[in-house]
C-alpha cells in the first residue's frame, strides 16, 4: 500500500515538475529571421558602422551612400535589430536587471551573456551551460522595478538567429516554464521556427515598493540541432500597459462635483463620467487605481490649465474623436470602439462641467521620470481629468489559452 501511494505521489510530482498541470500558451507567428553567412556578414559589418556614427567615432556624412542606405534602413526597422518590440512600452517599461542560472563561457570575441537576450541584437545570444549534455532546468530571469508599467506580451527569438547554419547546427527551446516571483503560471509552447513568436499573458507588476517583478523563463523541452547540443536564444523583449497616465496631482471630478488628486482615488470613489448620447453627466465608480513609473511625459497647456500625461492618452475634441499624441500607441495597446487620431496645437478638447471646448496650446516635453496613475470604472469609458474629458482604455487580449 505505501508503495502505491509512493508510486503515486512520484508521478504527481513529475506532472507537476514538467509542468503538464499549466496552461500552455501558443505564440503568435511574426515575420522570419532568415540570414545566409554573406547576409550576416554585411548586416554586422552595418551594425559596426551603427555603432561608431552613433558614437562619433565615424561622421555619417562621410560614409559611402551604400553604408548610408544599410544604417538608415537598420533605424528603420530593417534587419538584425529588434529595436524594441512594443517600443511604445519601452518609453517607461523594461527589465532593468537579467540573471541566468548559468552561461556559456566565453569563445574567443563571443560572448553568451545573458544580458545578450535582451540587447536588441539578434546577432547576440545568451546560451546556457550544457550540464550533463543537457540544458533542461537552465533559467533566465527578468527583473522590473516596482511600478514599472504591467508585462503582458513576451517575444522570443528563439535559436541563433545570426545565419541559418547556426540556428540549425544548435539546439533550440521547444518550451519555457513562465514563473512569477517564483511560481510557475504557464507553459510557453515555441514552434521550431526562425520567425519571431510572441506569447500574450495576463497583465503583471510588482505594486509593492520593495519587491521587484521577477519573470523567470526555465527550458523545460529543446528541439536538438544537428551539431550542438547548446541551447541558444538570441533575444527576448517585452510588450505591456500602462504607458497611458497622468501626472501626481491631476484633479479628478468627484460625483459630488468636487475634486480629488488621482494618487487618492480608490475604488470606493465615484466619479462624473459624460454620456455621449444624452449630453449628461453620470455617476460612476471606480474599479481600480494604477500606478506606473513613467519618463518622457508631456505636458499640454492650455490658456487656463495643464495637465501631465503620457503622449497616447486620448482626450475628447470638437470633431467628437478622441485624440492622442501618439495614436499608434493607443491603438495598438487598447480596444478602441473607433480610431484615435492625432491630437496637436490647436485642437480644441471638451471641458464637460462648462460644457465648453478649450484650445490646446502647447505640447511641452518633461524628461524626468515619476510615477504616475490611472484609473478604471466600473461602467463608462472616460472621466474629467483638470477640467478636461479624457478616456480609459481597455486592454487587447490578456491571455491566449490552449491545452
Not at 522595478?145 to 504591467?150: A, E, G, H, M, S
Given at each position: 500500500?505505501?508503495?502505491?501511494?509512493?508510486?503515486?505521489?512520484?508521478?504527481?510530482?513529475?506532472?507537476?515538475?514538467?509542468?503538464?498541470?499549466?496552461?500552455?500558451?501558443?505564440?503568435?507567428?511574426?515575420?522570419?529571421?532568415?540570414?545566409?553567412?554573406?547576409?550576416?556578414?554585411?548586416?554586422?559589418?552595418?551594425?559596426?558602422?551603427?555603432?561608431?556614427?552613433?558614437?562619433?567615432?565615424?561622421?555619417?556624412?562621410?560614409?559611402?551612400?551604400?553604408?548610408?542606405?544599410?544604417?538608415?534602413?537598420?533605424?528603420?526597422?530593417?534587419?538584425?535589430?529588434?529595436?524594441?518590440?512594443?517600443?511604445?512600452?519601452?518609453?517607461?517599461?523594461?527589465?532593468?536587471?537579467?540573471?541566468?542560472?548559468?552561461?556559456?563561457?566565453?569563445?574567443?570575441?563571443?560572448?553568451?551573456?545573458?544580458?545578450?537576450?535582451?540587447?536588441?541584437?539578434?546577432?547576440?545570444?545568451?546560451?546556457?551551460?550544457?550540464?550533463?549534455?543537457?540544458?533542461?532546468?537552465?533559467?533566465?530571469?527578468?527583473?522590473?522595478?516596482?511600478?514599472?508599467?504591467?508585462?503582458?506580451?513576451?517575444?522570443?527569438?528563439?535559436?541563433?538567429?545570426?545565419?541559418?547554419?547556426?540556428?540549425?547546427?544548435?539546439?533550440r527551446v521547444a518550451k519555457f516554464k513562465l514563473i512569477i516571483n517564483g511560481k510557475p503560471k504557464a507553459i510557453l509552447e515555441l514552434k521550431d521556427i526562425t520567425n519571431t513568436q510572441s506569447f500574450k499573458i495576463a497583465p503583471?507588476?510588482?505594486?509593492?515598493?520593495?519587491?521587484?517583478?521577477?519573470?523567470?523563463?526555465?527550458?523545460?523541452?529543446?528541439?536538438?540541432?544537428?551539431?550542438?547540443?547548446?541551447?541558444?536564444?538570441?533575444?527576448?523583449?517585452?510588450?505591456?500597459?500602462?504607458?497611458?497616465?497622468?501626472?501626481?496631482?491631476?484633479?479628478?471630478?468627484?460625483?459630488?462635483?468636487?475634486?480629488?488628486?488621482?494618487?487618492?482615488?480608490?475604488?470606493?470613489?465615484?466619479?462624473?463620467?459624460?454620456?455621449?448620447?444624452?449630453?449628461?453627466?453620470?455617476?460612476?465608480?471606480?474599479?481600480?487605481?494604477?500606478?506606473?513609473?513613467?519618463?518622457?511625459?508631456?505636458?499640454?497647456?492650455?490658456?487656463?490649465?495643464?495637465?501631465?500625461?503620457?503622449?497616447?492618452?486620448?482626450?475628447?475634441?470638437?470633431?467628437?474623436?478622441?485624440?492622442?499624441?501618439?495614436?499608434?500607441?493607443?491603438?495598438?495597446?487598447?480596444?478602441?470602439?473607433?480610431?484615435?487620431?492625432?491630437?496637436?496645437?490647436?485642437?480644441?478638447?471638451?471641458?464637460?462641467?462648462?460644457?465648453?471646448?478649450?484650445?490646446?496650446?502647447?505640447?511641452?516635453?518633461?524628461?524626468?521620470?515619476?510615477?504616475?496613475?490611472?484609473?478604471?470604472?466600473?461602467?463608462?469609458?472616460?472621466?474629467?481629468?483638470?477640467?478636461?474629458?479624457?478616456?480609459?482604455?481597455?486592454?487587447?487580449i490578456l491571455i491566449s489559452k490552449s491545452k
Amino acid at each position: 500500500m505505501k508503495t502505491h501511494l509512493l508510486t503515486i505521489f512520484i508521478a504527481a510530482w513529475g506532472l507537476l515538475v514538467s509542468g503538464q498541470n499549466l496552461p500552455t500558451i501558443k505564440p503568435k507567428i511574426h515575420a522570419p529571421n532568415n540570414y545566409t553567412k554573406a547576409e550576416q556578414a554585411i548586416w554586422q559589418k552595418t551594425l559596426d558602422l551603427y555603432e561608431k556614427t552613433s558614437s562619433g567615432e565615424i561622421d555619417y556624412e562621410e560614409l559611402p551612400e551604400q553604408d548610408k542606405k544599410r544604417i538608415d534602413s537598420l533605424e528603420e526597422g530593417y534587419g538584425p535589430i529588434t529595436d524594441g518590440t512594443g517600443c511604445s512600452w519601452y518609453c517607461a517599461g523594461g527589465p532593468y536587471k537579467i540573471t541566468a542560472s548559468s552561461h556559456l563561457k566565453e569563445q574567443g570575441k563571443i560572448n553568451y551573456l545573458p544580458d545578450n537576450i535582451h540587447d536588441f541584437n539578434l546577432f547576440t545570444a545568451w546560451v546556457p551551460e550544457n550540464k550533463n549534455g543537457s540544458s533542461i532546468g537552465m533559467k533566465i530571469n527578468f527583473h522590473f522595478k516596482p511600478f514599472t508599467p504591467r508585462v503582458n506580451e513576451i517575444f522570443i527569438w528563439n535559436g541563433y538567429i545570426k545565419n541559418k547554419d547556426l540556428w540549425e547546427a544548435n539546439s533550440r527551446v521547444a518550451k519555457f516554464k513562465l514563473i512569477i516571483n517564483g511560481k510557475p503560471k504557464a507553459i510557453l509552447e515555441l514552434k521550431d521556427i526562425t520567425n519571431t513568436q510572441s506569447f500574450k499573458i495576463a497583465p503583471i507588476q510588482s505594486t509593492d515598493s520593495t519587491k521587484d517583478l521577477i519573470l523567470t523563463l526555465e527550458i523545460i523541452e529543446v528541439y536538438k540541432g544537428t551539431k550542438y547540443n547548446d541551447v541558444v536564444v538570441s533575444e527576448i523583449n517585452f510588450d505591456g500597459l500602462d504607458v497611458h497616465c497622468f501626472g501626481a496631482g491631476t484633479e479628478i471630478v468627484l460625483a459630488d462635483n468636487s475634486t480629488k488628486k488621482i494618487e487618492e482615488i480608490t475604488n470606493a470613489d465615484w466619479i462624473l463620467s459624460y454620456n455621449y448620447l444624452t449630453g449628461d453627466l453620470e455617476k460612476v465608480k471606480v474599479s481600480q487605481l494604477i500606478t506606473a513609473r513613467h519618463t518622457n511625459l508631456l505636458k499640454l497647456h492650455f490658456a487656463d490649465r495643464e495637465i501631465i500625461v503620457t503622449d497616447d492618452h486620448p482626450f475628447w475634441t470638437k470633431e467628437q474623436k478622441w485624440a492622442s499624441v501618439n495614436p499608434t500607441k493607443s491603438n495598438y495597446n487598447y480596444e478602441q470602439e473607433s480610431e484615435v487620431v492625432q491630437l496637436k496645437v490647436g485642437n480644441k478638447i471638451f471641458v464637460p462641467t462648462e460644457n465648453k471646448f478649450i484650445d490646446l496650446i502647447a505640447i511641452e516635453k518633461i524628461e524626468e521620470e515619476q510615477l504616475t496613475y490611472t484609473i478604471e470604472l466600473t461602467t463608462n469609458d472616460n472621466f474629467i481629468a483638470n477640467g478636461l474629458l479624457v478616456k480609459t482604455e481597455r486592454p487587447k487580449i490578456l491571455i491566449s489559452k490552449s491545452k
